[in-house]
């Protein structure tokens, strides 16, 4: 009787509250908010949106005073919402951020030129220009923010000054510029990058590594596989990071080696999680050996993960 009392309540709450809302004062009602943008400035880009609720748009003005104050913050933010505005002249006023000591204004510049209908891409215009200040500049220093600025232009004429520079440059800073270049490019040179890991400066190395894990298609595998030697400890574990990315399974021998004989125990981890990577079976006793011997206890529960994946 009680649970039929409560069963009658309950519906009668819903039925009270759906008259409510079917029964509501029908002039109350709002039409429904014009949406669709109409007219010219905010209004036509936003509709009916606030004003100080749409995102703004730098004028020439503003890109032009902003490119010359050297604030990176002020810089990145005036051209980053001037997009989509042509202004032929404020190209010459950013091209100079190319060279800027900051990284970030560099970045910047070059992300706002390249989407430049007209003023960058012409013959002798800012890309042109960047081109010849990568393969003639006396300044190494200059040659290196070149060769950055090519990667972020992303255009593929870039690929070949940059794989130029990257086995021809005398100076260690120009060939890892053009190493990371040809990474943001997604080529790898016509094989530059397999030669930049040769190369006499570790700096240059880790440069072509980083590139090498990110591109499309790498061929240069032995030259990665002989990195596993290398003198620098930093560029053993990347090259090692990058055949367990590329699932390098045939450098299953130099990578055992690492793993149990390096003398660097961040080397030795990856060289385990590779193996696990590689799953070969042949590599079992070795990831054993190391899950209960190795003295680094990384590496042993890197070894011991690794085995639960062969």
Excluded at 172 to 201: E, T
Excluded at 223 to 238: H, I
Aim: charged fraction near 20%; hydrophobic fraction near 45%.
């Amino acid at each position: 009787m009680r649970r039929n009392n409560l069963l009658k309540l309950a519906m009668g709450c819903v039925l009270a509250v759906a008259s409510t809302f079917a029964s509501g004062d029908a002039s109350s009602a709002q039409p429904p908010r014009q949406v669709t943008p109409t007219g010219g400035g905010i209004a036509g880009v936003y509709g009916t949106q606030r004003a100080d609720q749409a995102e703004f748009l730098s004028t020439s003005d503003a890109i032009k005073s902003a490119a010359v104050s050297g604030s990176p913050t002020l810089i990145w933010e005036t051209l980053e919402h001037g997009e989509k505005i042509e202004c032929l002249d404020c190209i010459p006023v950013v091209a100079p951020l190319l060279y800027s000591s900051n990284a970030k204004n560099r970045e910047i510049a070059a992300w706002w030129l390249r989407r430049r209908i007209f003023g960058v891409f012409g013959t002798g215009e800012v890309y042109d220009q960047t081109v010849q200040a990568l393969q003639t500049s006396s300044d190494p220093l200059r040659r290196s923010y070149a060769a950055y600025a090519l990667g972020e232009f992303l255009a593929a004429p870039g690929v070949a000054a940059c794989a130029s520079a990257v086995v021809s440059d005398g100076d260690a800073r120009v060939r890892a510029a053009a190493a990371s270049a040809l990474g943001r490019l997604n080529d790898d040179g016509g094989g530059a990058l397999g030669q930049a890991l040769s190369d006499s400066d570790p700096t240059v190395k880790l440069a072509a590594l980083a590139s090498a894990g990110r591109i499309n298609s790498f061929s240069s595998v032995a030259a990665l596989s002989a990195l596993t030697n290398d003198s620098t400890p930093e560029v053993r574990r990347r090259s090692i990071e990058i055949l367990d990315a590329l699932n390098v399974a045939d450098a299953l021998a130099p990578v055992s080696a690492a793993a149990q004989n390096d003398a660097d125990a961040r080397v030795r981890a990856v060289a385990c999680h590779a193996l696990g990577t590689f799953g070969n079976p042949s590599a079992l006793s070795i990831l054993q050996n190391l899950s209960q011997n190795d003295p680094d206890v990384f590496v042993r529960d890197q070894a011991t993960i690794a085995m639960r994946r062969l």
